[in-house]
């Protein structure tokens, strides 16, 4: 009965929506969903189901020519599906049902690790044996995910050469050099991997690793010498990305999807016009790729970096004789490395002389440091410094043309065509030249957005200075990115790709897509959706506006009022086992922690003091030893993870989690609409503050049987118009407004 029940909502499903299937894929995704369901012992959800139904209408509607190439317009479809939907199921059934119908591959982009792994490890293996659906499926990363065996081999290798490689590869104002500690951990690495026991990429690594530590053992396209190295064989990225060019299902993330569309499309995964895309957690889309094509460069780290790449250049002539043109090119580059140096001493005088900072203390995971932006107006850069950014421009320009030709020569010499060189010698200087050039290239990139005009009509770009001081003394950084993703998107992803489709829990903003399609550039005819979610909100949970007096935009009095109301939020003879409290900025988590009595601070597990993992897994076992635990969390806290039942009863939002006011990105863009007459506050930032505040919320309620309550200490929800306005867009839990308290005296 269950079987037939599901076919006959199915058809009523696509029936309601139009779609008109072939019969055989019409009857492949009602059979998979069927078994799916049967084996579970589930009921069809509405919104799953009409997920399905709007996938396969998409992918059903597309007209492709004998070749199977897509001839009708851009196929893209955006459907938020709240947590419980099942996601998963909804996009994975159709889209390969349809996919290999129409011999194209199905690549799944997340946005967090925790979902990739998910998807890889749990969702795709059960679907295939709950469905009877059959598909291969692999894992797709970037390079930086994976060792590079040759700069392993040689870190480990002489000291000498050894200090020199890490020197070289290390990062503007870092060095490991003669870092003992992280010469015996590359040591254990080769060994794990000698003996299989590691598969060579920083995942499957049982230790958490240092940033720096892991970027100096990893390469790019530019350093990597592809078949000719000795390694080639035995590499773990190579090995991996073998089992990519025969999967049916290619599970990626955004940023690695981003990087392989800027280079055309099928550098690593299939090539656009062959491919399916599914983007989960598809809000972050938009914001991917702006920081995808941000632009940055450090003026003193730069310098730095060259006077070293320079004194490196020079050994290698003083201790091997490099014949013709090769030898010759490297003489002559160092001159330009050094008039580089120079004319970024004068540029940093001159954006000292142009920009006006105002130093503020800034909170981090590290400590404090002082930190100051610089924006410049519309994104105009004024003469002078455009003058010197055309500088800049060239030589950059020359000296990455110059390593180019060596690179050209080397990567001959190491098909034995170039005489007086061997191939060894070659393979061990080219990864170094390679990221010399590809370093030159990144800069030659910032520079070249300071020297033109942004065209007229379009959103420009965003320009801005960075001044820090912190450990490693003072720095000047200089940014320039998009404002929108929008044309770029087009471009590399939704005209050329066969399909998409988005989704995600926070799409629709105030209850319009609006802010979505402006961010993200998907064509007007788009279908947007939003398909219902299983939970009864109203029954489930409660949410609360506390009666309080100060004004959140106060932070001081807002602080101490919290201070003051926590220990009786977070109390109570039906006191939840676990509790999560979330706040906009790192200095108010921390004052208010550290101003609630020594009771309560041992039973808070604050953010700062662990990694993302080890802090829910301390959160997770307080809870399965019949203990109270605290979550003190921001942003990264808010969405993303997963604490059902027992574990989050209670989820406590210190405040409505607008954007910081000073980011220069969302600066630049508000005012380029002011200059259209429009409003940016009600445009921009009160939607983003409502798609946060819902993603929030949604750490409370993970499954059908969950129960609790949201407290949101933030009055400006119901004294704001804006504030209702976000209230209104939240899921419908059972309200609870207090009455409003008397206001605060300092």
């Known amino acids: 009965m269950l079987k037939q029940d599901t076919i006959r909502l199915f058809n009523y499903s696509t029936r309601a929506i139009g779609v008109v299937l072939d019969e055989p894929q019409k009857r492949a995704i009602q059979k998979a969903y069927s078994a799916f369901l049967e084996s579970k012992k589930l009921k069809a959800r509405p919104g799953q189901k009409q997920m399905i139904a709007e996938i396969a209408r ?39 049902v349809m996919a290999q119908a129409a011999k194209k591959r199905l690549v799944i982009a997340t946005a967090t690790v925790t979902l990739q792994e998910q998807v890889i490890n749990k969702d795709l293996p059960d679907i295939i044996l709950k469905t009877g659906l059959k598909f291969s499926y692999t894992l797709a990363k970037g390079r930086g995910r994976y060792a590079c065996l040759s700069k392993l081999d040689r870190l480990l290798q002489e000291e000498e050469a050894t200090a020199s490689l890490m020197d070289m590869f290390a990062y503007d104002d870092y060095t490991l050099e003669n870092d003992q500690s992280s010469l015996a951990l590359y040591q254990s690495m080769l060994e794990a991997f000698a003996a299989a026991k590691w598969e060579g990429d920083r995942d499957s690594w049982p230790d958490a690793l240092e940033d720096q530590q892991w970027r100096t053992i990893t390469t790019d396209h530019a350093q990597c ?33 981003l990087a392989d569309l800027a280079l055309g499309g099928g550098a690593i995964l299939p090539e656009p016009k062959d491919a399916i895309y599914v983007f989960d957690e598809g809000h972050h889309l938009p914001d991917k790729a702006i920081d995808h094509f941000t632009c940055q460069s450090r003026v003193k780290g730069t310098a730095s970096w060259l006077e070293k790449a ?49 130093p503020k203390t800034q909170f981090t995971t590290q400590g404090e440091s002082q930190v100051a932006y610089y924006r410049f ?235 993302r993992q080890e802090l829910l897994k301390k959160h997770r076992q307080q809870i399965d030893d019949g203990k109270v635990s605290i979550l003190f969390g921001l942003a990264s806290l808010a969405e993303g993870i997963d604490l059902p039942g027992h574990y989050c009863e209670h989820v406590i939002i210190a405040k409505i989690p607008f954007a910081v006011p000073d980011d220069p990105v969302e600066a630049a863009l508000s005012e380029w609409l002011e200059a259209q007459g429009r409003n940016p506050f009600m445009e921009i930032t009160v939607p983003d503050a409502a798609i946060r505040l819902i993603q929030a919320c949604g750490r409370l309620l993970r499954t059908e049987q969950d129960r609790g309550r949201i407290t949101i200490m933030d009055r400006r929800l119901v004294t704001a118009r804006y504030g209702q306005m976000i209230m209104n867009s939240l899921p419908p839990f059972n309200r609870i407004i207090e009455p409003a308290a008397a206001v605060m005296m300092r």
């Open 310 to 358: 320079g004194r490196h250049l020079q050994k290698i002539l003083t201790q091997q004789t490099l014949p013709g043109e090769l030898g010759e090119l490297l003489e002559r580059i160092q001159p330009e490395f050094d008039a580089l140096v120079n004319a970024l001493g004068h540029t940093r005088e001159m954006l000292h002389s142009i920009a006006r900072f105002e």
């Open 225 to 257: 010498s592809g078949r000719r190295c000795g390694y080639f064989r035995q590499c773990p990225f190579y090995k991996a990305r073998g089992d990519l060019e025969h999967a049916d299902v290619v599970v990626a993330n955004h940023d690695l999807v």
């Open 377 to 611: 107006p519309e994104g105009i850069v004024p003469e002078p410094l455009r003058q010197q950014a055309e500088r800049l421009k060239a030589g950059f320009s020359k000296c990455s043309g110059m390593l180019e030709k060596i690179a050209k020569a080397l990567d001959d010499a190491m098909d034995g065509d170039v005489p007086g060189i061997d191939r060894w010698q070659a393979e061990q200087l080219y990864p170094e030249i390679g990221g010399m050039q590809s370093r030159m290239d990144s800069h030659f990139q910032l520079w070249l957005t300071y020297t033109g005009k942004d065209p007229e009509g379009e959103p420009p770009s965003a320009r801005w200075l960075k001044w820090s001081e912190g450990a490693f003394g003072e720095e000047l950084e200089v940014f320039s990115s998009p404002i929108m993703s929008s044309m770029t998107l087009w471009q590399t992803l939704w005209n050329p790709a066969h399909a998409a489709i988005v989704t995600s829990a926070t799409l629709a903003a105030l209850g319009s897509f609006g802010r979505f399609r402006m961010r993200s550039g998907v064509p007007a005819e788009s279908r947007c959706v939003v398909v219902p979610s299983p939970f009864l909100h109203g029954e489930a949970a409660s949410l609360v506006i506390p009666a309080m007096a100060s004004d959140p935009r106060n932070a001081e009095d807002h602080t101490a009022e919290i201070i003051e109301l926590l220990p009786e939020l977070l109390s109570g003879d039906d006191r939840p086992k676990g509790m999560l409290v979330l706040f906009s900025s790192r200095r108010q988590m921390k004052d208010v922690h550290f101003g609630l009595d020594a009771c309560w601070q041992e039973k808070i597990l604050l953010q700062d003091d662990y990694s």
């Open 58 to 96: 998409a992918l059903g509607d597309i007209n492709t020519d004998s070749e199977g190439r897509r001839i009708s317009d851009p196929s893209i479809t955006v459907i938020e599906a709240g947590t419980g939907t099942g996601k998963t199921v909804g996009y994975v059934l159709p889209a390969v």
